[in-house]
């Protein structure tokens, strides 16, 4: 019996992603999923409160592990300084988030392209200020005297998640980005370098 409810659960949240990736937030149907997932109206409002909450639940896996990812950057930060930055330790952060990306981005479409009107419509902005204090920290053990101001390193932070907006709207796969690595790699890494001064 659990085993049967378990998977009208799953058939209701692969309806709505599907749904919500379709028509956007705004615009997904109860009804649709309902359909699409065969069950009742009733049967997704005992698992999930409102529409909102059935998105939330569908991008959830995602955010917990946007979250954790940022955590480990964030425990990186301390063992970092100018002398220890390289080329290669910045593309194997770039790696890591380009696998995340490609791993996840059925999901960070949604989020980023399909959540207006949802009480994620936000996420842009605030994983922006998330990346934004990581890498305030991470400046402040890499280069603790440059003084570099806040609205700079905040501007970066939007560069990147942008870019990684601008990616998943134009459908670039994992092999055409793969052919844009090494010149983002090149740019990221020329201007940390120059901004840490470094020889």
Known sequence: MQFQKENIKDNILAAARQEFWENG???ASI??????ARTSKSNVYNYF???DALFAAVVEPTLSEIESGFEKLRAQNPETSAETYSMTAQENVI???MEFVFRHDA???LLLLRSSG?????FKSRVTEALADILEDWISHAAPSKGIPEFFIRTVAGFYIGAIEQMLAEGITKEQAAGH???????VYGGWNTVFNKE
């Open 25 to 27: 937030f705004e615009k």
């Open 181 to 187: 690595f090494d010149v983002f790699l090149k740019f």
């Open 49 to 51: 409160s409102d529409k």
């Open 107 to 109: 999901d960070l479409k």
């Open 118 to 122: 949802s009480s994620i419509a936000d």
């Open 95 to 97: 790696t890591k988030i």
């Open 31 to 36: 009804r649709n999923i309902t359909c699409a």
